[in-house]
Structure formats: C-alpha cells, structure tokens
C-alpha cells in the first residue's frame, strides 16, 4: 500500500493537532491541581484512594493529630509531604524471631 506524500503530511499534521491538545490539556489539568509554595495539596478524596481507608480513619488521623490538615473556605486539604510523613511513621517493620540453637 503506498500513501502519496500530501496524504501523509496531512496525516502527519493531525497527529501533531492532537498532540497539541493533548498538551494543553495536560497543562490546565495541572493549573487545577492546588499547591502552596510549590506544595501540592491533597483533598479528603485524593487521601483515601491513596491510603485506601475509610473517611471515618481519615477523621480520626485529624483528629487525634496524626495527619495535618489545613482548611481552605471551609475545604480540608493535606500536604503531600505530609502525608508521606504520616505514612512513613505508620510502617510497622517486622523482624522474623531469630530462631537459632541455644
């Protein structure tokens, strides 16, 4: 199959329009996203997928101070260096018993 030279230019011209869009897409999706001082911000939804826990958890953590929290017009929102902190501090390692000969 042969494909004369303006139909693959034009072909070639759409793929670059899409991505283009693509690209600006991209772009407003992160201008959405909210941070401060270069922070990004996480809201209550963002948190539970990430941890996969109930809200009811999620309240807890605030509450007894695990997981700070900052409230913007009324909205919670958590830092993601935050988060990594309260995930970090959450990890339980454990060790196999060492099982040697007395």
Known sequence: MNIDRMEFISWMERIIERFDLLSAHISELE?????????ELLDNQDILQMLKISGRSLQRYRSIGKLPYYTISGKIYYKLSDVHQFIRESINVRTPKNYARE
Not at 31 to 39: A, I, L, N, P, T
């Open 31 to 39: 201008k959405k996203r909210g941070s401060v001082d270069g922070e």
